[in-house]
C-alpha cells in the first residue's frame, strides 16, 4: 500500500501518521523473531527490484538533477548492489548470538551478546544521492529485523515517486512505508516515539533531529557534513592527485556530504596543482563543461544562487578565480570552478560548499595544516596525498575525522568492512555493514548462571568479618 502524500495541517499529520507508526509497532513484535532466511529473502528482492529497475532508476535520477546516467550507475547502484551483496553474505554470522569469556570472580557463568532488533525505525534521506542514501539505511534495518518509517527529498519528486512504487511492491506497509512531504512532515515524524532514527543532512537539521529524539530517548544515527580538508604535500605525486580531487569534487557536481571541501596544498606545489586540476576538468568534461553530459547540474536555484554568492563574497575579497563561475539559471548549470588566493575569513571557508566549487590555500609545514584542521569543527572525511610515510602518520595522529583515504578520495565509503560515520558535528553514529546493523539493534547481554553453589553467595549479608577480609584478598589478587 502507497502512503498518501500528507496535507500541511499539523493535526492532521499526526491523525494519519500515528495509525501508520502504531500499525508498524505491532508488527515490530513479530519481526523481533525472525529468522536470517526470512531477512535474506527480503533482501534478495530488494537487490532484484533494483537491478530490474536500472533505466527507471536512472531515468529518476536525471529528471531531478540531471545526474549523469553512469553517475548513477556508480553512487546509486553499484553502491547499493554492494551493500546488499555484503549482508547477505554476512548476516548469518552476525546474527549469531556473540560468545564473550568469563572473568576468574564469574566462573561457573556463561555469557553472550545477543542482536535484537530495536523496533521502529524513521530514516529520513537528504536530495543529493536520493536513491543510495534512503535504501543504504533500510538495507541494515531489514537486516536487523526492523520495520521502517522512509521519508525521502521533497526536492527529487521523481525519485521519492519509483521508491514509493518499489517499497509498495516489496513490503507491507506495516513493515516499510515511504511518507512524503516538507519540513513539517518531517517535523510531525519526530514527535512519533521511533526506536531509532537514522538521519543523513545538514549538521544544523542533525541538531533538530538529536532534541526531538531526546524527548523519547531515541538512539540515533547522524550522517552529517562539514568541511573535508584535502592536503596535498611537497612529495604527492600532482598528476594524480589532481585526477583523483577533480573526480572527487565534481562529481555529482559537488553535491557529496565527502567530496573533498578545500585544499591545503605546499607552497611549492600549488602552481602545478592548480594547471594539473584545471587540465583535467578539461579532460573530464570537454572545453565547454556546460555542454557536458557528465555533469550533474546543480538541485534547485536556490542552492545555485547560493554558490554563485560564495564565489562572489571570495573574488570580492582578493580570491583569484581561476577557472569556472559561469552559470545558467535556467538550467542550474555552474561550472567546475577553482578559486586561488582564499582566506578564511572568506564565505566560502566558513560553510560546507557542497557544488562544484575548490578553494586552494597554501601551506609551508605540516604543523600549520594540523593546527589548521583542528582549529575547526571535526570533519566527515579527511584526504591526504602524500609519499611521506612520516608526513602521512603525522596527520593521521594530529587530526580527527570520521574517515581518512590516502592517496585517494572518497572510496573508503565503498569499503563494505569499514565503519562510515562523522565525529561530533560531522555525525553521530557509524553505518554500513555491519555497522549499520548494530545501529539498527540492541546489543543484548545475556547471562546463565547455575543454580545453587555460586562465588558471589560467599558475600551475602551479614557481612561479617569473614566476608570482609574475603573480599579483602579478592581485591588484592584479583
Given at each position: 500500500?502507497?502512503?498518501?502524500a500528507?496535507?500541511?495541517?499539523?493535526?492532521v499529520?499526526?491523525?494519519?501518521l500515528?495509525?501508520?507508526?502504531e500499525?508498524?509497532?505491532?508488527?515490530?513484535?513479530?519481526?523481533?523473531?525472525?529468522?536470517?532466511e526470512?531477512?535474506?529473502?527480503?533482501?534478495?528482492?530488494?537487490?532484484?527490484?533494483i537491478?530490474?529497475n536500472?533505466?527507471?532508476?536512472?531515468?529518476?535520477?536525471?529528471?531531478?538533477?540531471?545526474?549523469?546516467?553512469?553517475?548513477?550507475?556508480?553512487?546509486?547502484?553499484?553502491?547499493?548492489?554492494?551493500?546488499?551483496d555484503?549482508?547477505?553474505g554476512?548476516?548469518?554470522?552476525?546474527?549469531?548470538p556473540?560468545?564473550?569469556?568469563?572473568?576468574?570472580?564469574?566462573?561457573?557463568t556463561r555469557?553472550r551478546?545477543?542482536?535484537?532488533?530495536?523496533?521502529?525505525?524513521?530514516?529520513?534521506a537528504?536530495w543529493n544521492y536520493?536513491?543510495?542514501?534512503?535504501?543504504?539505511?533500510?538495507?541494515?534495518?531489514?537486516?536487523?529485523?526492523?520495520?521502517?518509517?522512509l521519508?525521502?527529498?521533497e526536492?527529487?519528486?521523481a525519485?521519492?515517486?519509483?521508491?514509493?512504487?518499489?517499497?509498495a511492491?516489496?513490503?507491507?506497509?506495516r513493515?516499510v512505508?515511504?511518507v512524503e512531504?516538507?519540513?513539517t512532515?518531517?517535523?510531525?515524524?519526530?514527535?512519533?516515539?521511533f526506536?531509532?532514527?537514522?538521519?543523513?543532512?545538514?549538521?544544523?537539521?542533525?541538531?533538530?533531529?538529536?532534541?526531538?529524539?531526546?524527548?523519547?530517548?531515541?538512539?540515533?544515527?547522524l550522517?552529517?557534513?562539514?568541511?573535508?580538508?584535502?592536503?596535498?604535500?611537497?612529495?604527492?605525486?600532482?598528476?594524480d592527485?589532481?585526477e583523483?580531487?577533480?573526480?572527487?569534487?565534481?562529481?555529482?557536481?559537488?553535491?557529496?556530504?565527502?567530496?573533498?571541501?578545500?585544499?591545503?596544498?605546499h607552497?611549492?606545489k600549488?602552481?602545478?596543482?592548480?594547471?594539473?586540476?584545471?587540465?583535467?576538468?578539461?579532460q573530464?568534461?570537454?572545453?565547454?563543461?556546460?555542454?557536458?553530459?557528465?555533469?550533474?547540474?546543480i538541485?534547485?536555484?536556490?542552492h545555485?544562487?547560493?554558490l554563485?554568492?560564495?564565489?562572489?563574497d571570495?573574488?570580492a575579497?582578493?580570491?583569484?578565480?581561476?577557472?569556472?563561475?559561469?552559470a545558467?539559471?535556467?538550467?542550474?548549470?555552474?561550472?567546475?570552478t577553482?578559486?586561488?588566493g582564499?582566506?578564511?575569513?572568506?564565505?566560502?571557508?566558513?560553510?560546507?560548499?557542497?557544488?562544484?566549487?575548490l578553494?586552494?590555500l597554501?601551506?609551508e609545514?605540516?604543523?600549520?595544516?594540523?593546527?589548521?584542521?583542528?582549529?575547526?569543527?571535526?570533519?566527515l572525511?579527511?584526504?591526504?596525498?602524500?609519499?611521506?610515510?612520516?608526513?602521512?602518520?603525522?596527520?593521521?595522529?594530529?587530526?580527527?575525522?570520521?574517515?581518512?583515504?590516502?592517496?585517494?578520495c572518497?572510496?573508503h565509503?565503498?569499503?563494505?568492512?569499514?565503519?562510515?560515520g562523522?565525529?561530533?558535528?560531522?555525525?553521530?553514529?557509524?553505518?554500513?555493514?555491519?555497522?549499520?546493523?548494530?545501529?539498527?539493534?540492541?546489543?543484548?547481554a545475556?547471562?546463565?548462571?547455575?543454580?545453587?553453589?555460586?562465588?558471589?553467595?560467599?558475600?551475602?549479608?551479614?557481612y561479617t568479618?569473614?566476608?570482609?577480609?574475603?573480599?579483602?584478598?579478592l581485591l588484592?589478587?584479583?
Amino acid at each position: 500500500m502507497e502512503t498518501e502524500a500528507l496535507t500541511s495541517d499539523h493535526q492532521v499529520f499526526e491523525d494519519q501518521l500515528l495509525p501508520i507508526f502504531e500499525q508498524q509497532k505491532a508488527y515490530a513484535q513479530a519481526l523481533l523473531i525472525s529468522s536470517v532466511e526470512q531477512r535474506k529473502e527480503k533482501l534478495k528482492r530488494l537487490r532484484q527490484w533494483i537491478l530490474s529497475n536500472r533505466i527507471a532508476i536512472q531515468e529518476a535520477l536525471s529528471r531531478d538533477f540531471h545526474k549523469p546516467v553512469f553517475e548513477t550507475d556508480i553512487t546509486e547502484i553499484y553502491s547499493t548492489k554492494t551493500e546488499l551483496d555484503h549482508v547477505l553474505g554476512q548476516l548469518h554470522k552476525w546474527m549469531r548470538p556473540a560468545k564473550v569469556g568469563t572473568p576468574l570472580v564469574l566462573i561457573g557463568t556463561r555469557s553472550r551478546v545477543m542482536y535484537e532488533p530495536k523496533g521502529v525505525a524513521l530514516i529520513i534521506a537528504p536530495w543529493n544521492y536520493p536513491f543510495y542514501l534512503l535504501v543504504s539505511p533500510l538495507i541494515s534495518a531489514i537486516a536487523a529485523g526492523c520495520c521502517a518509517i522512509l521519508k525521502p527529498s521533497e526536492m527529487t519528486p521523481a525519485t521519492t515517486s519509483l521508491v514509493k512504487r518499489m517499497v509498495a511492491e516489496l513490503f507491507e506497509s506495516r513493515e516499510v512505508t515511504v511518507v512524503e512531504g516538507d519540513a513539517t512532515v518531517a517535523t510531525a515524524l519526530l514527535k512519533l516515539p521511533f526506536d531509532h532514527i537514522f538521519f543523513t543532512g545538514s549538521p544544523q537539521i542533525g541538531k533538530v533531529v538529536m532534541r526531538a529524539a531526546a524527548e523519547h530517548l531515541t538512539s540515533v544515527t547522524l550522517e552529517l557534513g562539514g568541511k573535508s580538508p584535502c592536503i596535498v604535500d611537497a612529495t604527492a605525486n600532482i598528476k594524480d592527485a589532481a585526477e583523483k580531487i577533480a573526480i572527487g569534487k565534481f562529481l555529482n557536481a559537488g553535491q557529496t556530504c565527502i567530496a573533498p571541501d578545500y585544499i591545503l596544498v605546499h607552497k611549492s606545489k600549488e602552481k602545478e596543482l592548480v594547471q594539473t586540476i584545471q587540465a583535467v576538468i578539461t579532460q573530464f568534461y570537454g572545453a565547454d563543461p556546460e555542454t557536458s553530459p557528465d555533469l550533474a547540474h546543480i538541485i534547485n536555484s536556490r542552492h545555485l544562487n547560493r554558490l554563485q554568492g560564495l564565489i562572489s563574497d571570495a573574488v570580492a575579497k582578493g580570491a583569484t578565480l581561476v577557472v569556472g563561475g559561469k552559470a545558467n539559471a535556467e538550467t542550474r548549470y555552474l561550472a567546475p570552478t577553482l578559486l586561488t588566493g582564499v582566506t578564511p575569513d572568506m564565505q566560502v571557508m566558513q560553510e560546507e560548499i557542497f557544488g562544484p566549487v575548490l578553494p586552494v590555500l597554501t601551506f609551508e609545514h605540516i604543523n600549520e595544516v594540523t593546527h589548521f584542521v583542528t582549529e575547526r569543527s571535526k570533519p566527515l572525511a579527511l584526504y591526504i596525498f602524500s609519499q611521506d610515510r612520516q608526513q602521512i602518520e603525522y596527520v593521521l595522529k594530529h587530526t580527527s575525522a570520521g574517515g581518512v583515504s590516502v592517496n585517494e578520495c572518497l572510496m573508503h565509503v565503498l569499503h563494505p568492512d569499514l565503519p562510515f560515520g562523522g565525529v561530533n558535528t560531522s555525525g553521530i553514529g557509524k553505518s554500513h555493514g555491519f555497522y549499520g546493523f548494530v545501529a539498527f539493534s540492541n546489543e543484548k547481554a545475556v547471562l546463565h548462571q547455575r543454580i545453587g553453589l555460586t562465588n558471589y553467595k560467599q558475600f551475602y549479608p551479614p557481612y561479617t568479618q569473614k566476608v570482609k577480609k574475603l573480599f579483602g584478598l579478592l581485591l588484592k589478587w584479583l
